[in-house]
């Protein structure tokens, strides 16, 4: 039999093995659950403590069995009862209390079955987008236009919109058609009835100025000078810019002395390439864009007289939504009868008007006016003429 020595509280006991086995006998009686934590003192044989004598028999102390938690939270431990008396027995220690709310068992029903855990859309409610380029090797030749429209063509995935009209306006200087680059001839100003001229290839002419308004003066100058004059570039009529320089006869179109390379400078003269300095010069005009309001300027009343004085023509006279078709006569006898104290009303008159419908809201027709004669008295009609739908005629004594 072999002693073996037990600690307990700095104490030394000498523990037989003859007793541990009369405890053993005592411990199968004694319930699994005591009844008060105070038991009947053992003899002082078996526990003798020079301190802090335990009224409780270790071995006879009952053992808890752990209640298996579900797996989702993890069991929590609480301290042995004999911890818990220990530190009872010191007051002066601080006492802290943690109070363990239960935690509340989710309730499955038909809709919680039916959502998958949270966990389960990890990395699938949103993924991070890649892609690849893969170049073939070799050479690669980009497809032309004609191509790509061929393709889309095929594909009827792109509605084409009509071809624009083309431009025959013609300029009475340099005799391109259409509007010129904005950093170069610019649009086109009218200059009368069916002649148009570009607006840097009046306003580099010469002759010609601007005034403070924005108005070209001498244009019509200009244009009479330049149809005696021949382009050093081109060797075509209608130059009208010359060298700056004293005595040098070298006259270009506006266009060409872009092309030939001449000097602009910014107070409005220029330099042929024989007599422009070398290298830059600081008052060197190199952007010719004019985004300014600049109009010719002319005398209506006189263009007006020579539209009626032409008579048979094939020109269009429009003044906003008035298109002017025929501006009719009077005749000495209906001289009387056929004016008023603010307007005269020529037999024969014929314009129209693009207005707004009479039947639909938001859309707009062709209602074509004319005068005529009925009984000696001018007679109004009004022709409306609309797509879908029957002309109707209007006809009335007064214009009103």
């Not at 009827?156 to 680059?181: A, I, M, N, Q």
């Not at 030939?260 to 390439?273: E, R, V």
Request: hydrophobic share 35%.
């Amino acid at each position: 039999m072999k002693d073996i020595v037990f600690c307990s509280n700095n104490c030394f006991v000498l523990y037989s093995a003859a007793v541990q086995a009369k405890n053993s006998e005592n411990k199968e009686s004694v319930p699994s659950l005591p009844q008060s934590p105070m038991k009947e003192r053992p003899p002082k044989a078996f526990h003798q403590y020079s301190n802090n004598i335990s009224t409780l028999d270790v071995h006879c102390l009952p053992q808890l069995q752990e209640k298996i938690s579900p797996p989702s939270s993890p069991p929590i431990m609480f301290p042995p009862a004999f911890e818990a008396a220990k530190v009872e027995a010191k007051p002066d220690e601080l006492k802290v209390t943690v109070k363990l709310k239960p935690r509340l068992k989710a309730i499955h029903s038909s809709l919680d079955d039916c959502r998958p855990p949270s966990k389960k859309w990890k990395g699938m409610k949103w993924k991070k987008w890649s892609i690849q380029i893969v170049i073939p090797k070799g050479s690669f030749k980009p497809p032309c236009e004609e191509e790509i429209d061929e393709f889309l063509k095929k594909l009827g995935t792109t509605l084409k919109p009509d071809p624009v009209p083309k431009d025959y306006r013609k300029c009475c200087f340099c005799h391109e058609e259409g509007d010129g680059l904005t950093d170069g001839p610019a649009r086109l100003l009218n200059l009368d009835l069916d002649l148009w001229v570009h607006l840097n290839c009046a306003l580099w002419s010469t002759e010609v100025y601007e005034t403070q308004a924005g108005a070209l003066i001498n244009v019509e100058l200009a244009l009479r000078r330049g149809l005696q004059m021949k382009c050093m570039f081109c060797h075509k009529m209608g130059a009208t810019s010359g060298c700056h320089r004293l005595r040098c006869t070298n006259i270009y179109h506006f266009t060409c002395a872009i092309k030939a390379q001449c000097m602009f400078f910014k107070d409005k003269t220029m330099l042929c390439p024989m007599h422009k300095p070398k290298g830059t010069h600081e008052q060197e005009l190199s952007y010719f864009a004019v985004f300014r309001r600049v109009y010719v300027q002319r005398d209506e009343v006189r263009q007006i007289a020579s539209i009626v004085q032409r008579g048979e023509r094939d020109h269009t006279f429009r003044v906003g939504s008035l298109i002017f078709h025929a501006v009719g006569q009077l005749l000495p006898q209906q001289m009387q009868a056929f004016h008023s104290s603010k307007a005269l009303f020529p037999v024969g008159y014929e314009a129209s008007r693009l207005y707004w419908s009479m039947r639909y809201a938001n859309r707009r027709c062709r209602y074509l006016c004319s005068i005529e004669e009925k009984d000696g008295l001018p007679l109004f009609v009004i022709k409306v003429v609309e797509q879908g739908h029957e002309d109707l005629v209007l006809t009335d004594t007064t214009p009103k």
